[in-house]
Protein backbone atom coordinates (compact mmCIF):
# COMPACT_ATOMS: atom_id res chain seq x y z
CA UNK A 1 0.00 0.00 0.00
CA UNK A 2 1.54 3.14 -1.19
CA UNK A 3 -0.14 5.36 1.94
CA UNK A 4 -1.52 7.83 -0.93
CA UNK A 5 -5.72 8.94 -0.50
CA UNK A 6 -7.95 10.98 -2.26
CA UNK A 7 -10.62 13.58 -1.23
CA UNK A 8 -13.48 13.36 -1.99
CA UNK A 9 -14.14 10.17 -3.55
CA UNK A 10 -17.49 11.07 -5.50
CA UNK A 11 -18.68 14.72 -5.60
CA UNK A 12 -21.79 16.19 -7.72
CA UNK A 13 -21.64 20.34 -7.75
CA UNK A 14 -23.12 22.71 -10.20
CA UNK A 15 -21.22 24.53 -12.92
CA UNK A 16 -19.40 27.53 -12.08
CA UNK A 17 -18.55 26.64 -8.33
CA UNK A 18 -15.09 25.83 -7.20
CA UNK A 19 -14.44 22.20 -6.52
CA UNK A 20 -10.77 21.18 -4.74
CA UNK A 21 -9.63 17.62 -4.64
CA UNK A 22 -6.92 16.68 -2.07
CA UNK A 23 -4.30 14.08 -2.70
CA UNK A 24 -2.53 12.94 0.38
CA UNK A 25 0.69 10.92 0.77
CA UNK A 26 2.33 9.34 4.15
CA UNK A 27 5.43 8.23 1.76
CA UNK A 28 7.36 11.19 1.54
CA UNK A 29 7.52 10.98 -2.18
CA UNK A 30 9.11 13.85 -4.16
CA UNK A 31 6.97 13.72 -7.24
CA UNK A 32 2.56 14.08 -7.31
CA UNK A 33 0.62 14.21 -10.32
CA UNK A 34 -3.02 14.87 -10.90
CA UNK A 35 -4.26 13.18 -14.26
CA UNK A 36 -8.10 12.64 -15.40
CA UNK A 37 -9.22 9.90 -17.53
CA UNK A 38 -12.35 10.16 -19.57
CA UNK A 39 -13.42 7.25 -22.16
CA UNK A 40 -11.32 7.38 -25.23
CA UNK A 41 -8.76 9.74 -24.25
CA UNK A 42 -7.16 7.56 -21.52
CA UNK A 43 -4.77 9.48 -18.64
CA UNK A 44 -4.16 12.64 -19.39
CA UNK A 45 -1.82 14.55 -17.00
CA UNK A 46 -3.47 17.62 -16.08
CA UNK A 47 -0.62 19.20 -13.17
CA UNK A 48 2.06 18.01 -11.35
CA UNK A 49 4.42 18.51 -8.62
CA UNK A 50 8.56 18.06 -7.93
CA UNK A 51 8.51 19.57 -4.79
CA UNK A 52 6.83 21.95 -1.95
CA UNK A 53 5.85 25.05 -4.34
CA UNK A 54 7.00 23.55 -7.30
CA UNK A 55 4.67 22.41 -9.92
CA UNK A 56 4.11 22.65 -13.21
CA UNK A 57 1.12 22.49 -16.10
CA UNK A 58 0.33 19.31 -18.25
CA UNK A 59 -1.35 18.84 -21.06
CA UNK A 60 -4.93 19.77 -20.17
CA UNK A 61 -4.07 22.30 -17.51
CA UNK A 62 -7.02 25.34 -18.68
CA UNK A 63 -9.43 25.48 -16.13
CA UNK A 64 -7.23 23.72 -13.10
CA UNK A 65 -5.26 25.15 -10.56
CA UNK A 66 -2.78 23.03 -7.78
CA UNK A 67 -0.89 23.90 -4.85
CA UNK A 68 1.46 22.49 -2.76
CA UNK A 69 2.35 23.54 0.26
CA UNK A 70 3.69 21.01 1.80
CA UNK A 71 5.17 17.27 0.86
CA UNK A 72 2.31 15.38 1.73
CA UNK A 73 -0.46 17.09 0.30
CA UNK A 74 -1.41 18.13 -3.72
CA UNK A 75 -4.66 20.05 -4.13
CA UNK A 76 -6.16 20.61 -7.15
CA UNK A 77 -8.74 23.16 -7.53
CA UNK A 78 -11.45 23.77 -10.61
CA UNK A 79 -11.99 27.41 -10.46
CA UNK A 80 -15.16 27.69 -11.70
CA UNK A 81 -16.06 24.20 -12.38
CA UNK A 82 -18.07 23.15 -16.24
CA UNK A 83 -19.58 20.18 -17.48
CA UNK A 84 -15.99 19.55 -19.74
CA UNK A 85 -14.31 18.60 -16.16
CA UNK A 86 -17.08 15.66 -15.66
CA UNK A 87 -14.46 12.90 -14.75
CA UNK A 88 -12.13 10.78 -12.41
CA UNK A 89 -9.77 12.43 -11.32
CA UNK A 90 -6.47 10.70 -10.23
CA UNK A 91 -3.44 11.26 -8.15
CA UNK A 92 -0.49 9.39 -8.63
CA UNK A 93 3.08 9.94 -6.64
CA UNK A 94 6.27 9.39 -7.53
CA UNK A 95 10.00 9.10 -5.84
CA UNK A 96 12.50 10.64 -7.53
CA UNK A 97 15.80 9.22 -8.99
CA UNK A 98 17.49 6.74 -5.87
CA UNK A 99 13.74 6.42 -4.70
CA UNK A 100 12.82 4.08 -7.15
CA UNK A 101 10.15 5.08 -10.41
CA UNK A 102 7.11 3.20 -9.09
CA UNK A 103 4.20 5.10 -9.87
CA UNK A 104 1.73 4.56 -7.47
CA UNK A 105 -2.22 5.79 -7.54
CA UNK A 106 -4.56 6.90 -5.71
CA UNK A 107 -8.25 5.12 -5.89
CA UNK A 108 -9.48 8.09 -7.64
CA UNK A 109 -12.28 10.78 -7.16
CA UNK A 110 -15.10 10.74 -9.66
CA UNK A 111 -16.51 14.50 -10.00
CA UNK A 112 -19.87 15.68 -11.76
CA UNK A 113 -20.09 18.69 -12.68
CA UNK A 114 -24.17 19.88 -13.65
CA UNK B 1 2.24 11.12 -33.60
CA UNK B 2 1.61 10.30 -30.29
CA UNK B 3 4.47 9.77 -27.80
CA UNK B 4 3.44 6.41 -26.45
CA UNK B 5 1.05 4.38 -28.35
CA UNK B 6 -1.21 1.24 -27.98
CA UNK B 7 -3.09 -0.99 -30.12
CA UNK B 8 -6.85 0.35 -28.29
CA UNK B 9 -7.99 -3.67 -28.70
CA UNK B 10 -10.20 -4.97 -27.64
CA UNK B 11 -8.32 -8.20 -27.58
CA UNK B 12 -10.93 -10.88 -26.78
CA UNK B 13 -9.56 -14.26 -25.89
CA UNK B 14 -10.29 -17.68 -24.55
CA UNK B 15 -9.01 -18.85 -21.70
CA UNK B 16 -5.32 -20.56 -21.61
CA UNK B 17 -4.67 -18.36 -24.87
CA UNK B 18 -0.94 -16.52 -25.38
CA UNK B 19 -2.24 -12.72 -26.09
CA UNK B 20 0.31 -10.06 -26.17
CA UNK B 21 0.61 -6.51 -26.57
CA UNK B 22 2.50 -3.86 -27.50
CA UNK B 23 3.52 -0.23 -27.16
CA UNK B 24 5.72 1.84 -29.21
CA UNK B 25 7.38 5.17 -27.73
CA UNK B 26 8.88 8.45 -30.17
CA UNK B 27 10.90 9.34 -27.78
CA UNK B 28 14.37 8.04 -27.66
CA UNK B 29 15.46 9.58 -24.45
CA UNK B 30 12.84 7.45 -22.83
CA UNK B 31 14.31 6.06 -19.52
CA UNK B 32 11.69 4.26 -17.58
CA UNK B 33 9.09 1.78 -18.88
CA UNK B 34 6.40 -0.49 -17.18
CA UNK B 35 2.86 -2.07 -17.51
CA UNK B 36 -0.02 -1.13 -15.47
CA UNK B 37 -3.13 -2.87 -15.28
CA UNK B 38 -6.62 -1.03 -14.93
CA UNK B 39 -9.42 -2.69 -14.02
CA UNK B 40 -13.22 -0.91 -14.35
CA UNK B 41 -14.00 1.91 -11.92
CA UNK B 42 -10.56 1.46 -10.25
CA UNK B 43 -7.18 2.79 -9.97
CA UNK B 44 -4.16 1.47 -12.48
CA UNK B 45 -1.89 -0.52 -10.36
CA UNK B 46 1.57 -1.44 -11.35
CA UNK B 47 1.96 -4.98 -13.34
CA UNK B 48 5.70 -5.05 -13.76
CA UNK B 49 8.50 -2.59 -14.40
CA UNK B 50 10.39 -3.32 -18.04
CA UNK B 51 13.98 -3.83 -18.15
CA UNK B 52 16.48 -3.61 -20.89
CA UNK B 53 17.17 -7.58 -21.11
CA UNK B 54 13.23 -8.41 -20.55
CA UNK B 55 11.64 -9.72 -17.50
CA UNK B 56 9.39 -12.53 -16.32
CA UNK B 57 6.92 -12.91 -13.35
CA UNK B 58 4.65 -16.17 -13.36
CA UNK B 59 2.79 -15.62 -16.34
CA UNK B 60 3.57 -12.40 -17.67
CA UNK B 61 6.74 -11.48 -19.60
CA UNK B 62 7.93 -7.72 -20.36
CA UNK B 63 10.29 -6.89 -23.27
CA UNK B 64 12.14 -3.79 -23.93
CA UNK B 65 13.40 -3.06 -27.72
CA UNK B 66 15.46 0.24 -27.53
CA UNK B 67 16.07 -0.10 -31.42
CA UNK B 68 12.35 -0.04 -32.39
CA UNK B 69 11.54 1.82 -29.39
CA UNK B 70 8.58 -0.42 -28.39
CA UNK B 71 8.25 -2.39 -25.15
CA UNK B 72 5.62 -5.89 -24.73
CA UNK B 73 3.84 -7.33 -22.46
CA UNK B 74 3.20 -11.48 -23.26
CA UNK B 75 0.23 -13.30 -20.84
CA UNK B 76 0.65 -16.82 -21.08
CA UNK B 77 -2.18 -19.26 -19.87
CA UNK B 78 -4.77 -16.64 -19.85
CA UNK B 79 -7.09 -16.42 -16.99
CA UNK B 80 -10.55 -14.91 -16.83
CA UNK B 81 -9.72 -12.42 -14.18
CA UNK B 82 -6.65 -11.17 -16.34
CA UNK B 83 -9.51 -9.27 -17.96
CA UNK B 84 -8.93 -5.68 -17.38
CA UNK B 85 -7.08 -2.97 -19.27
CA UNK B 86 -3.41 -2.65 -19.73
CA UNK B 87 -1.24 0.29 -19.71
CA UNK B 88 2.32 1.42 -20.89
CA UNK B 89 4.10 3.93 -19.20
CA UNK B 90 7.09 5.90 -20.15
CA UNK B 91 9.14 7.96 -18.07
CA UNK B 92 11.35 10.16 -20.22
CA UNK B 93 14.58 11.20 -19.35
CA UNK B 94 14.45 15.10 -20.42
CA UNK B 95 16.42 16.34 -17.37
CA UNK B 96 15.62 19.07 -14.57
CA UNK B 97 11.65 19.28 -13.64
CA UNK B 98 11.11 17.36 -16.81
CA UNK B 99 12.56 14.52 -14.98
CA UNK B 100 9.06 14.50 -13.71
CA UNK B 101 6.94 13.87 -17.14
CA UNK B 102 5.06 10.33 -17.20
CA UNK B 103 3.24 9.45 -20.47
CA UNK B 104 0.98 7.16 -21.05
CA UNK B 105 -0.45 5.12 -23.08
CA UNK B 106 -4.34 5.10 -24.11
CA UNK B 107 -4.68 1.41 -23.00
CA UNK B 108 -5.29 -1.81 -24.75
CA UNK B 109 -8.63 -4.05 -23.35
CA UNK B 110 -8.28 -7.50 -22.80
CA UNK B 111 -11.40 -9.68 -21.91
CA UNK B 112 -10.80 -13.26 -21.58
CA UNK B 113 -13.70 -15.51 -22.34
CA UNK B 114 -14.35 -19.19 -20.96
Known amino acids: DAGITQSPRHKVTETGTPVTLRCHQT?????MYWYRQDPGHGLRLIHY???????DKGEVSDGYSVSRSKTEDFLLTLESATSSQTSVYFC?????????????FGEGSWLTVV | RKEVEQDPGPFNVPEGATVAFNCTYS??????FFWYRQDCRKEPKLLMS???SGNEDGRFTAQLNRASQYISLLIRDSKLSDSATYLC???????????????FGQGTILTVHP
Open chain 2, 27 to 32: NSASQS
Open chain 2, 89 to 103: VVIFNAGGTSYGKLT
Open chain 1, 92 to 104: AIRGGQGRGNTIY
Open chain 1, 49 to 55: SYGVKDT
Open chain 1, 27 to 31: ENHRY
Open chain 2, 50 to 52: VYS
